[in-house]
């Protein structure tokens, strides 16, 4: 049967069938000659046999023209993502902070103790999250606090940190300022660490 003899029905199943096979993103229907586009993931189905066994047995022509573009396959995930972050009192005068991250599939957890304080425990947090970070680089790379502020600019309440290398690079993130401020702050560190880490993480290089 020539394709221009199928009705517009009958065109959408094929396409339908088309992009029901494995790794198939998007398939594109032209005629006179029949040619059909396979816009495809990397897939270790033969898509082509497959396809001409479709037009086979919808007795469409056997000579058909099939191209078939791949996509380039998903970049690595080069971000530390944010678990949990939290603040406990072990004991009077005492503050915990306990940070999770992950990265690889694997939670990092680390925790760093210091006097109470709201001030004093949105910096514990910073330095726990510091701390995790350096757990997933297997202490290839140091991180040191300079300082963590809460301040509004543009009528937004922002947190923002000042981080330092071991080669002196300075390192600045900010994060929204929301009702858990140890969450807050914990993020405010990713987003300073986050670019050089993706970096050191994929190709052991610092930028």
């Excluded at 517009?8 to 339908?16: F, M, Y």
């Excluded at 469409?60 to 099939?66: C, F, H, K, N, R």
């Excluded at 401020?181 to 050191?200: D, E, I, K, Q």
């Amino acid at each position: 049967m020539p394709l221009s003899a199928l009705d517009v029905d009958a065109r959408e199943h094929l396409r339908a069938q088309l992009e029901a096979l494995e790794g198939v993103r998007r398939a594109v229907i032209d005629q006179d000659p029949l040619r059909i586009y396979l816009i495809c993931e990397r897939a270790e189905a033969p898509t082509e046999m497959l396809v001409r066994g479709i037009l086979a047995r919808g007795g469409l022509a056997a000579d058909a023209e099939v191209y078939l573009a791949h996509l380039p396959p998903p970049e690595a995930r080069r971000r530390v993502r944010f678990v949990a972050a939290r603040v406990t009192t072990p004991r009077t005068g005492r503050a915990l902070a306990q940070v999770e991250l992950e990265w690889g599939g694997r939670t990092y957890r680390d925790e760093v103790e210091g006097e109470t304080g709201a001030a004093v425990e949105v910096r514990l947090t910073a330095q726990a999250t510091l701390r995790a970070l350096e757990a997933i680089l297997n202490r290839r790379m140091q991180f040191g606090l300079v300082g963590i502020k809460s301040f509004r600019a543009f009528d937004t309440d922002l947190v923002v940190v000042l981080l330092r290398t071991e080669n002196v690079h300075a390192l600045i993130g900010a994060s929204l300022a929301t009702a858990d401020p140890h969450r807050s702050a914990a993020l405010a560190v990713l987003n300073a660490t986050n670019r050089v880490l993706g970096n050191y993480l994929a190709h052991g290089e610092v930028e």
